[in-house]
C-alpha cells in the first residue's frame, strides 16, 4: 500500500537523517527502532487508498441517535485520515444497523490495510451470512480460522455451515477443534453426536450425547436431543423426562461471541435491541436483557416498543411500581399499542390499585372502542373493586368485541365461583378451554375443582391435557404430581398394592421431583419389605424435602434395617429437634422409640 502514495523522497545521494529532521523526536525514535514505518502505512497510505468511503445513507425513519453516531465517526476517519481504529468504529455503527454495503466497504478496506487482523474477515462473512451468500460465507470463515486459529467461535458457526451443506467429515473436523479450544463445550459436544448419529454411528452419538449433558447439564438442545434418541429406543418415561429437563433449562441461546458482541453497543435498531433483549431475559440473562430495553427507550423515546417491552421486563421482574411508570411514559406516545396499554393495566391491579387498572382501561377505549382486551381489562378492574355485576357486563361486553378471545371467557368463569354460581363458573371455564386449550387459568381452576371433589377421572381430562402442552411449567407439574398422588391413595385404599407403585411410578416419570411421590413409593415399598427398592425414593423424598416426618421416620427406619446407624440417628434426631419445635408429642414420642432401639 506504501508504494501508492506520492510522498518526495531524499535527493540522490542526500543522509536520511536529513530527510528526518523534521520529524517529531518520538517518531523519529519509533522509526529508527523499526516500528515507524508501519505506523506511518497504516495512517497516511491507508487514506490515502480508501477512495472507496462510504457516503452517509439515508437515515429516513431512523433514530436521531443513529444520525449522531455516524456523523461523528465519519467525522473521525476525515480528522485522523483513515486509520484502522476510525475505520473499525464507523464499520461497526453500519454492521450493527444492517447497512450491508457501507459495512462492507469498512470491512473490505480494513483488510486490504490489515491483511494479519481476523476481525475483518469475520466481520465480512457474517455480511455475507445476513445476505444468504453461503460461498462468501464459507469463504470467509476459511480465511478466519486460518488467520486466527485459536478464535473458537469461528470453528462453531464453519462447523454448523459445513453440517447444514453435508459435508459432515468437515464439519467433524470443525467440531473437534472447537472442542479442543473450549473443553466441555456443549455445542461442540452437541455438533459431534448429530455428525456420529447422521453417519450411522448411533452408540457413539448416544455416548457423545450423555457425556455432554454429564458436563453441561443445563444446556437445553443436548436434553432435547438426547430425548430423541430414547424416544426411537423406546423409552417413552426417558424421554418425557429429558425434555422436561430441556424445558427446565430455558431457551436455546447462541454461543458467546466477543468479536459479534463488539458490534452491539452501536446498535441503534429497536427492533434488533427487543429480539436481544428478549433472547436474554428467556435464557436467564435478564440484567443484559433488561439492559437493551433500557437503551431501546433511550435510543427511541418516540417508539413505544420499547417502552412497551421494558414495563413486560419489570412486571414480569416483580417490579409493577417501576413497570407502571415506565408504561405510563409509553403511553403517552401517539403510536401507543393496545399491548402497552394492556402491561399498564396489569400493573397496576399487582399494585392493588384497581381504579388506576380502571383509568387505563378507559383511556384504552378512549382510543381503540373496539377492543376486547380493554374491555377484559375493564372488568378485572372492576371485579377488583368488588363491583360484580358491572365486571360481569365487561366481560360479556368483551367476549361480543372478540369472540374467539378466551380470556374474557376464563374471567367470566372465575368470577361466578367468587359469587358461589358453580355451575355457571365452570361452564364458562369449560368455554373458555374449547376456544384456547390448555389456558392455564381454566384448565388449572377446574383441575384443582375435580381433584377436591375426589373425580379423578375428570381432574384426568385437565391435568394430563395441561401437561403434555406445557411440561416445564410449574403450575402443571404440580398438578401432575398431585393427581398421580391422590390416584395412588385410591389405590391404597382399596387394597391394591401394585396400583399404588403403579401410579407413583407413572407420576414420577413425568415429575420425578416431586418429594410426595418420591416419599409415597418410598413408604410403601418399605411397608412391603423390597428395602433396596425404598431406600433411593426415600433418600430423594428426604433431599428434597426433609422437614416431612413421615419420609424421615421411614429413611431413619430404613438406615436402622441395614446397620446405618449413624445415619440413622443423624435423620430421627432432626425429626425429634422438629417435633419440638412444633409441640408434636406424638411424632416426637415415636421417635423417642425408634432412637431408644438404636444400638
Same mark, same amino acid.
Given at each position: 500500500?506504501?508504494?501508492?502514495?506520492?510522498?518526495?523522497?531524499?535527493?540522490?545521494?542526500?543522509?536520511?537523517?536529513?530527510?528526518?529532521?523534521?520529524?517529531?523526536?518520538?517518531?523519529?525514535?519509533?522509526?529508527?527502532?523499526?516500528?515507524?514505518?508501519?505506523?506511518?502505512?497504516?495512517?497516511?497510505?491507508?487514506?490515502?487508498?480508501?477512495?472507496?468511503? +462510504?457516503?452517509?445513507?439515508?437515515?429516513?425513519?431512523?433514530?436521531?441517535?443513529? #444520525?449522531?453516531?455516524?456523523?461523528?465517526?465519519?467525522?473521525?476517519?476525515?480528522?485522523?485520515?483513515?486509520? =484502522?481504529?476510525?475505520?473499525?468504529?464507523?464499520?461497526?455503527?453500519?454492521?450493527?444497523?444492517?447497512?450491508?454495503?457501507?459495512?462492507?466497504?469498512?470491512?473490505?478496506?480494513?483488510?486490504? @490495510?490489515?491483511?494479519?487482523?481476523?476481525?475483518? =474477515?469475520?466481520?465480512?462473512?457474517?455480511?455475507?451470512?445476513?445476505?444468504?451468500?453461503?460461498?462468501?460465507?464459507?469463504?470467509?470463515?476459511?480465511?478466519?480460522?486460518?488467520?486466527?486459529?485459536?478464535?473458537?467461535?469461528?470453528?462453531?458457526?464453519?462447523?454448523?455451515?459445513?453440517?447444514?451443506?453435508?459435508?459432515?467429515?468437515?464439519?467433524?473436523?470443525?467440531?473437534?477443534?472447537?472442542?479442543?479450544?473450549?473443553?466441555?463445550?456443549?455445542?461442540?459436544?452437541?455438533?459431534?453426536?448429530?455428525?456420529?448419529?447422521?453417519?450411522?454411528?448411533?452408540?457413539?452419538?448416544?455416548?457423545?450425547?450423555?457425556?455432554?449433558?454429564?458436563?453441561? +447439564?443445563?444446556?437445553?438442545?443436548?436434553?432435547?436431543?438426547?430425548?430423541?434418541?430414547?424416544?426411537?429406543?423406546?423409552?417413552?418415561?426417558?424421554?418425557?423426562?429429558?425434555?422436561?429437563?430441556?424445558?427446565?433449562?430455558?431457551?436455546?441461546?447462541?454461543?458467546?461471541?466477543?468479536?459479534?458482541?463488539?458490534?452491539?453497543?452501536?446498535?441503534?435498531?429497536?427492533?434488533?435491541?427487543?429480539?436481544?433483549?428478549?433472547?436474554?431475559?428467556?435464557?436467564?440473562?435478564?440484567?443484559? #436483557?433488561?439492559?437493551?430495553?433500557?437503551?431501546?427507550?433511550?435510543?427511541?423515546?418516540?417508539?413505544?416498543?420499547?417502552?412497551?417491552?421494558?414495563?413486560?421486563?419489570? @412486571?414480569?421482574?416483580?417490579?409493577?411500581?417501576?413497570?407502571?411508570?415506565?408504561?405510563?411514559?409509553?403511553?403517552?406516545?401517539?403510536?401507543?399499542?393496545?399491548? @402497552?396499554?394492556?402491561?399498564?393495566?396489569?400493573?397496576?391491579?399487582?399494585?392493588?390499585?384497581?381504579?388506576?387498572?380502571? =383509568?387505563?382501561?378507559?383511556?384504552?377505549?378512549?382510543?381503540?372502542?373496539?377492543?376486547?382486551?380493554?374491555?377484559? @381489562?375493564?372488568?378485572?378492574?372492576?371485579?377488583?373493586?368488588?363491583?360484580?355485576?358491572?365486571?360481569?357486563?365487561?366481560?360479556?361486553?368483551?367476549?361480543?368485541?372478540?369472540?374467539?378471545?378466551?380470556?374474557?371467557?376464563?374471567?367470566?368463569?372465575?368470577?361466578?365461583?367468587?359469587?358461589?354460581?358453580?355451575?355457571?363458573?365452570?361452564?364458562?371455564?369449560?368455554?373458555?378451554?374449547?376456544?384456547?386449550?390448555?389456558?392455564?387459568?381454566?384448565?388449572?381452576?377446574?383441575?384443582?375443582?375435580?381433584?377436591?371433589?375426589?373425580?379423578? +377421572?375428570?381432574?384426568?381430562?385437565?391435568?394430563?391435557?395441561?401437561?403434555?402442552?406445557? +411440561?416445564?411449567?410449574?403450575?402443571?407439574?404440580?398438578?401432575?404430581?398431585?393427581?398421580?398422588?391422590?390416584?395412588?391413595?385410591?389405590?391404597?385404599?382399596?387394597?391394591?398394592?401394585?396400583?399404588?407403585?403403579?401410579?407413583?411410578?407413572?407420576?414420577?416419570?413425568?415429575?420425578?421431583?416431586?418429594?410426595?411421590?418420591?416419599?409415597?413409593?418410598?413408604?410403601?415399598?418399605?411397608?412391603?419389605?423390597?428395602?433396596?427398592?425404598?431406600?433411593?425414593?426415600?433418600?430423594?423424598?428426604?433431599?428434597?424435602?426433609?422437614?416431612?416426618?413421615?419420609?424421615?421416620?421411614?429413611?431413619?427406619?430404613?438406615?436402622? /434395617?441395614?446397620?446405618?446407624?449413624?445415619?440413622?440417628?443423624?435423620?430421627?434426631?432432626?425429626?425429634?429437634?422438629?417435633?419440638?419445635?412444633?409441640?408434636?408429642?406424638?411424632?416426637?414420642?415415636?421417635?423417642?422409640?425408634?432412637?431408644? /432401639?438404636?444400638?
Amino acid at each position: 500500500m506504501a508504494k501508492k502514495v506520492n510522498r518526495p523522497g531524499p535527493a540522490g545521494g542526500a543522509k536520511p537523517a536529513a530527510t528526518l529532521r523534521w520529524l517529531p523526536g518520538a517518531l523519529l525514535a519509533a522509526l529508527l527502532l523499526g516500528g515507524g514505518m508501519a505506523y506511518w502505512g497504516s495512517r497516511s497510505a491507508g487514506a490515502a487508498a480508501w477512495v472507496d468511503r +462510504p457516503a452517509l445513507p439515508d437515515l429516513a425513519g431512523r433514530p436521531d441517535e443513529l #444520525g449522531r453516531l455516524l456523523r461523528e465517526a465519519q467525522a473521525r476517519v476525515e480528522a485522523d485520515g483513515g486509520t =484502522a481504529a476510525s475505520v473499525a468504529a464507523l464499520g461497526r455503527i453500519y454492521h450493527a444497523n444492517s447497512f450491508l454495503a457501507e459495512a462492507g466497504r469498512c470491512w473490505t478496506f480494513l483488510r486490504t @490495510l490489515e491483511p494479519a487482523e481476523a476481525r475483518w =474477515a469475520y466481520y465480512l462473512a457474517d455480511l455475507a451470512r445476513m445476505r444468504a451468500d453461503e460461498v462468501a460465507l464459507l469463504a470467509g470463515l476459511e480465511e478466519t480460522v486460518r488467520l486466527a486459529p485459536d478464535y473458537a467461535p469461528a470453528w462453531l458457526e464453519l462447523a454448523e455451515l459445513e453440517f447444514k451443506a453435508g459435508r459432515l467429515d468437515r464439519a467433524e473436523q470443525a467440531y473437534r477443534t472447537r472442542a479442543r479450544l473450549v473443553p466441555g463445550d456443549p455445542y461442540a459436544g452437541l455438533g459431534l453426536a448429530r455428525v456420529a448419529l447422521q453417519q450411522d454411528r448411533r452408540a457413539e452419538g448416544k455416548r457423545l450425547i450423555e457425556e455432554t449433558i454429564r458436563l453441561a +447439564p443445563d444446556f437445553p438442545s443436548s436434553r432435547n436431543f438426547y430425548a430423541e434418541i430414547l424416544a426411537q429406543e423406546g423409552d417413552a418415561a426417558g424421554a418425557a423426562d429429558q425434555r422436561w429437563l430441556g424445558t427446565v433449562a430455558g431457551r436455546f441461546r447462541a454461543a458467546a461471541d466477543p468479536w459479534k458482541d463488539e458490534l452491539r453497543p452501536g446498535c441503534c435498531d429497536v427492533d434488533q435491541l427487543v429480539v436481544w433483549g428478549a433472547i436474554d431475559l428467556q435464557t436467564k440473562f435478564g440484567d443484559r #436483557g433488561r439492559a437493551y430495553f433500557e437503551r431501546a427507550v433511550q435510543i427511541d423515546p418516540q417508539n413505544p416498543q420499547g417502552f412497551e417491552n421494558l414495563g413486560m421486563f419489570l @412486571l414480569e421482574a416483580g417490579e409493577p411500581a417501576r413497570a407502571a411508570a415506565v408504561l405510563e411514559q409509553g403511553s403517552a406516545l401517539p403510536r401507543a399499542t393496545e399491548l @402497552l396499554f394492556s402491561y399498564l393495566g396489569d400493573a397496576y391491579l399487582a399494585l392493588r390499585q384497581p381504579e388506576k387498572a380502571l =383509568a387505563t382501561a378507559e383511556r384504552g377505549l378512549g382510543r381503540m372502542p373496539d377492543s376486547g382486551r380493554f374491555h377484559n @381489562l375493564r372488568g378485572l378492574a372492576l371485579a377488583a373493586s368488588e363491583r360484580s355485576d358491572e365486571a360481569l357486563a365487561a366481560y360479556r361486553e368483551a367476549m361480543a368485541r372478540a369472540p374467539g378471545s378466551a380470556e374474557p371467557v376464563a374471567n367470566q368463569g372465575l368470577l361466578l365461583l367468587r359469587l358461589g354460581r358453580r355451575d355457571e363458573g365452570v361452564a364458562s371455564l369449560k368455554q373458555a378451554l374449547e376456544l384456547q386449550p390448555g389456558l392455564a387459568k381454566a384448565a388449572t381452576m377446574l383441575a384443582y375443582l375435580a381433584l377436591e371433589a375426589g373425580n379423578l +377421572p375428570a381432574a384426568a381430562t385437565y391435568v394430563l391435557p395441561y401437561y403434555r402442552q406445557f +411440561p416445564g411449567l410449574a403450575n402443571a407439574r404440580s398438578l401432575m404430581a398431585r393427581y398421580h398422588l391422590l390416584t395412588a391413595l385410591e389405590a391404597a385404599r382399596r387394597g391394591d398394592p401394585a396400583g399404588v407403585e403403579q401410579a407413583c411410578r407413572a407420576g414420577l416419570a413425568a415429575v420425578p421431583e416431586s418429594p410426595e411421590l418420591n416419599g409415597f413409593l418410598g413408604v410403601h415399598l418399605l411397608q412391603l419389605g423390597r428395602l433396596d427398592e425404598a431406600l433411593p425414593a426415600l433418600e430423594k423424598s428426604y433431599q428434597l424435602q426433609a422437614t416431612d416426618p413421615r419420609v424421615a421416620l421411614a429413611l431413619g427406619e430404613a438406615y436402622a /434395617r441395614i446397620n446405618r446407624t449413624s445415619d440413622a440417628r443423624r435423620i430421627l434426631e432432626a425429626v425429634a429437634a422438629e417435633a419440638r419445635r412444633r409441640n408434636d408429642a406424638a411424632v416426637g414420642g415415636r421417635v423417642q422409640a425408634m432412637l431408644d /432401639r438404636l444400638p
